[in-house]
Nanobody, 115 residues
Framework: QVQLAESGGGLVQPGGSLRLSCAAS????????MGWYRQAPGKQRELVAS???????NYADSVKGRFTISRDNAKDTVYLQMNSLKPEDTAVYYC?????????WGQGTQVTVSS
């Protein structure tokens, strides 16, 4: 049973935008803070942004001012709006609860920023 499903990745030019979506099961979405994470080639997975059930947000310094995390409680979905993308944002992006739990890692969605 898939409990978290990411979508919305793709290839985009530097300076472009993408919006990622994560559909979560109700049992997860209603009980946890949610986070977006990413893993670039050869690097450890890192937290990009998190959001509480009440909507308070937190961002990694590298994405502040460019990325926005949000959640739609009616749709059990978390979003990551990514603007002004840079080549160093290239990575596989995952959603998970925050703090993350191993059992909830999914396949992720690839984001490639390149001209």
């Amino acid at each position: 049973q898939v409990q978290l499903a990411e979508s919305g990745g793709g290839l985009v030019q530097p300076g472009g935008s993408l919006r990622l979506s994560c559909a979560a099961s109700r049992s997860i979405f209603s009980n946890y803070e949610m986070g977006w994470y990413r893993q670039a080639p050869g690097k450890q997975r890192e937290l990009v942004a998190s959001i509480t059930r009440g909507g308070s947000t937190n961002y990694a310094d590298s994405v502040k001012g460019r990325f926005t995390i949000s959640r739609d409680n009616a749709k059990d979905t978390v979003y990551l709006q990514m603007n002004s993308l840079k080549p160093e944002d290239t990575a596989v992006y995952y959603c998970n609860v925050f703090p993350s739990r191993r059992i909830y890692w999914g396949q992720g969605t690839q984001v490639t920023v390149s001209s």
